[in-house]
């Protein structure tokens, strides 16, 4: 019986032909003759992946007796645009570490920054590996390696990475033409610095069993194989799992971990699990769990963070690619935040409460314009929020134009997946935390109304005229067609001071009556007074015209009113409540 084996898994990213699957492939080609005499290499079957898995196992660090102890490095191989992201977010929960790979001869490319961005969400830690160095002129290979290092440490410093080791590569000298016996340089310094880096994060068996499956394939006879790694919670032979996506609930028959049967499983491990016959090609992604773990959402409540780089605004109404778990979906965004006297709040990212109000938002609040994206000369990171006049905190309502299914608290990350990738800008727009899903396909009707988000309205009109010493009568506050039955029993204020309130309305003009519950003072009666006199002249005799005339003649000074409320945006009766 082999030892104990820990697996941690490492993120491969970086731009388009930077060398990533050389990377992983020189990786595990050296690792498994130089540490590992065993054949650590699973070929995975015969499946179309934009995942590339590959694994190698070293004598684990620090371990009481390293040979019998291995660290199972699986190596995650990222593609390079635009399908990386969803892709990574489906593996950023299980990656304890990210390399970056970056072409030294081109430097930070417009998907290293994209890459750099993802791993500051989902990841704690990274390496950043220039490779293709054998293509550096030899006699100058050390100046162009050491300059490109301090270029690289230069973007870091603006980052969570700021002081990230930096090492570099040869994954595959010679390009595409070379023999493959032309060896790959400097891959054990890597190996080494990979081993100094991986901490084994600690891994919980509780919770609900959820894992990310990478691979579905059937085996005759036996059953359907999905393999992939557990994101929560533990499981055993005999107990049933569910395929949201299928609904779904089979049993599992048999486990195995590198190639070894187990009983059973948890966070953490690479695992494939063969459960009675399903059409593998179903599921050829996704997520299993226990049964009635999960939830299929139409809409959610999410925490957001707008990502600096991302140029142009972030809009309510806008529609952005949401990336959560596995899947990518259409989805069109409300932002809201807290009123302004509570912008200074600790951000709460494990619950959304209802019981508050919000104050509905154009857009996302933030004080940059955004910069562009991470340039190799000129990095420049702005968006600095000087912390006086943004929120600590800002949400959004998303609506999917399709249900998903995921556990709670799922990384949100929403982009514009559709932007030109040569544009030179990132595409990740934001990111967050799912706190509330609404799993009611009626959730306009059954759970919005209990979202309290608001919108400040603030109307302005003007006295027309008293008509004694408690009312008034305001006009150019309402439409004509505005139903003031609505706004009846709101508070207005008086530009000389005085406090009133809408009684009813007044003819069919749009103009309504004013009751003063503390009466005119003396000083409003007097320009109100000169006001109808001279009116009284040039309306002379028309007593009926008066009461609707909208044409005549202004008063010498105005007597403005002011009618301020709260517009709740989900409410059905488009209720109209005061402000204060
Ligand atoms: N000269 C040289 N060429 C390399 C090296 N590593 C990779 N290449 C070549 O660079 C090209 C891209 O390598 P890949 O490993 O496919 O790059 P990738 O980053 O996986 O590319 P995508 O997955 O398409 O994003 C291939 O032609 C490789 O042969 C290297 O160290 N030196
Ligand atoms: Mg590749």
């Known amino acids: 019986m082999a030892g104990r084996r820990v697996n941690v898994n490492v993120g491969v990213l970086g731009h388009i032909d930077s060398g990533k699957t050389a ?23 015969g499946i179309t992946l934009d995942l590339g898995f590959s694994c190698f196992a070293v004598p684990l660090p620090g371990a009481a007796e390293p040979e019998e102890t291995l660290l199972q490095v699986t190596l995650v191989d990222c593609p390079g645009h635009a399908s990386l992201i969803r892709t990574i977010i489906g593996g950023a929960q299980i990656i304890d570490l990210m390399m970056l790979v970056i072409d030294v001869t081109k430097g930070m490319q417009t998907q290293s920054a994209e890459c750099l961005v993802i791993g500051q969400i989902a990841c704690q830690k990274l390496i950043v590996v220039l490779n ?4 550096l002129a030899e006699g100058k290979r050390q100046t162009a390696i050491d300059k490109m290092t301090r270029k690289m440490q230069k973007t870091l410093e603006n980052t969570k990475f700021r002081g990230a080791p930096i090492i570099p590569v040869a994954a595959k000298p010679g390009g595409p033409e070379a023999p493959e016996t032309e060896a790959p340089q400097g891959i054990s310094e890597l190996i080494e610095l990979l081993k100094s880096q991986i901490s084994i994060p600690t891994r919980d068996p509780s919770g609900p069993f959820l894992m990310s499956v990478d691979h579905c394939f059937s085996i005759k006879g036996q059953g359907t194989v999905m393999t992939g790694t557990i994101l929560s919670g533990s499981i055993s032979l005999g107990d049933s799992v569910e395929i949201p996506a299928l609904k779904v609930v089979k049993k599992v028959k048999s486990m195995q971990m590198f190639h070894t049967p187990v009983t059973s499983a948890m966070q953490g491990d690479r695992l494939g699990i063969c459960v009675t016959q399903f059409d593998p090609k179903l599921l050829e992604r996704g997520l299993v769990c226990a049964p009635e773990s999960l939830h299929t959402v139409h809409a959610a409540i999410i925490s957001v963070e707008k990502i600096s780089y991302f140029r142009g605004p972030l809009q309510t109404k806008a529609k952005f690619h949401i990336t959560v778990g596995h899947e990518t979906v259409m989805g069109r965004l409300l932002f809201f ?6 912008f200074d709040r600790e951000p709460v990212l494990d619950s959304f409460d209802f019981s508050r109000e919000y104050v509905f938002q154009e857009q996302y609040l933030c004080k940059d314009a955004a910069p562009a994206v991470v340039d190799s000369d000129e990095n420049k990171q702005t968006g600095q929020a000087t912390e006086d006049c943004c929120p600590q905190q800002q949400w959004a309502l998303v609506e999917f134009e399709k249900p998903i299914t995921c556990p709670r608290l799922s990384l949100v990350i929403g982009s514009r997946l559709d932007a030109d990738i040569h544009a030179n800008a990132c595409r990740l727009a934001f990111h967050g935390l799912l706190l509330h899903g609404l799993e009611d396909r009626g959730y306009a009707e059954s759970i919005l109304p209990t ?3 608001y919108k400040l309205k603030h109307k302005h009109g003007l006295v027309e005229r008293a008509m004694d010493d408690y009312s008034v009568i305001g006009r150019s506050l309402f439409k004509k067609e505005t139903n003031i ?8 204020h008086l530009s ?24 005119l003072s003396p000083e409003s009666k007097k320009i109100l007074m000169t006001a109808v006199k001279k009116r009284g002249r040039a309306g002379h005799g028309e007593a009926a015209k008066q009461e609707e005339g909208a044409e005549r003649p202004e008063p010498a000074q105005h007597v403005e009113l002011s009618l301020s409320f709260k517009r709740y945006v989900f409410d059905t009766h488009k209720r109209m409540v005061q402000s204060p």
């Open 496 to 519: 000389t001071g005085e406090q009133g309130v809408i009684d009813s309305a007044f003819g069919q003009s749009g103009k309504f009556k004013v009751h003063i519950p503390g009466g």
């Open 485 to 492: 039955q609505l706004f009846v029993g709101l508070k207005v």
């Open 132 to 135: 293709k160095i054998d293509l």
């Open 337 to 342: 935040g807290p009123a302004p006297s509570s």
């Open 451 to 453: 979202l309290k988000v």
């Open 23 to 45: 990377l992983a492939r020189a990786l595990s080609t050296t690792a498994s003759t130089a540490a590992f005499d065993k054949q650590p290499q699973s070929r995975e079957r």
